[in-house]
T-cell receptor, first 118, second 110 residues
Framework: GAVVSQHPSRVICKSGTSVKIECRSL??????MFWYRQFPKQSLMLMATSNEGSKATYEQGVEKDKFLINHASLTLSTLTVTSAHPEDSSFYIC??????????????FGPGTRLLVL | QKEVEQNSGPLSVPEGAIASLNCTYSDRGSQSFFWYRQYSGKSPELIMFIYSNGDKEDGRFTAQLNKASQYVSLLIRDSQPSDSATYLCAVKPGDYKLSFGAGTTVTVRA
């Protein structure tokens, strides 16, 4: 199998606070993890790519100091939204990809985290 | 030109009919092609992948790939109301990132 979990599934926070979202590959080692954001009725937007043990690569227009990504192990990546504001309210989805040549080389998505900043 | 283009739809089909979804891509070097299904409010779920020219069947789903035409399609046979979702075409153009189309929304009428 290729199961990816995310926690929390839903979070409501006050403006100015920081929120941490965890993404775990449960039954495979994820050499690469991807973080996406999706606004209502819009397509997925890739925010950043992280490889275990190295700094994340951010897409153009994504503030790396605002969206902190840590890929500390082959099964865990975290996204921290720092000083969240209402415009950061969105559906955040992680995706994990396993070792090249394995069946898990395909990208598998976590269930997503819905963030609402008041 | 977008890397991956899909008809946005919505595509409405009666129950039991075939739903046909199309996708074109710009990078001729692309090697891997994927179809994801996304229900409203949920994250994408992988339903098919295809690497070689031709057809690949999995249950009621058939993916078709034509690299010369830079075209990949998904057929859903015997469409069911539970197939109502947005279908995302994704292409891996040689580096490690998938490029997604904007998705085609399918509605299956009971």
């Amino acid at each position: 199998g290729a199961v990816v979990s995310q926690h929390p599934s839903r979070v409501i926070c006050k403006s100015g606070t920081s929120v941490k979202i965890e993404c775990r590959s449960l039954d495979f080692q994820a050499t690469t993890m991807f973080w996406y954001r999706q606004f209502p009725k819009q397509s997925l937007m890739l925010m950043a790519t992280s490889n275990e043990g190295s700094k994340a690569t951010y897409e153009q227009g994504v503030e790396k100091d605002k969206f902190l990504i840590n890929h500390a192990s082959l099964t865990l990546s975290t996204l921290t939204v720092t000083s969240a504001h209402p415009e950061d309210s969105s559906f955040y989805i992680c995706s994990a990809r396993g070792v090249a040549g394995s069946i898990q080389e395909t990208q598998y998505f976590g269930p997503g985290t819905r963030l609402l900043v008041l | 030109q977008k890397e991956v283009e899909q008809n946005s739809g919505p595509l409405s089909v009666p129950e039991g009919a075939i739903a046909s979804l199309n996708c074109t891509y710009s990078d001729r070097g692309s090697q891997s092609f994927f179809w994801y299904r996304q229900y409203s409010g949920k994250s994408p779920e992988l339903i098919m992948f295809i690497y070689s020219n031709g057809d690949k069947e999995d249950g009621r789903f058939t993916a078709q790939l034509n690299k010369a035409s830079q075209y990949v399609s998904l057929l859903i046979r015997d469409s069911q109301p539970s197939d109502s979702a947005t279908y995302l075409c994704a292409v891996k153009p040689g580096d490690y990132k998938l490029s997604f189309g904007a998705g085609t929304t399918v509605t299956v009428r009971a």
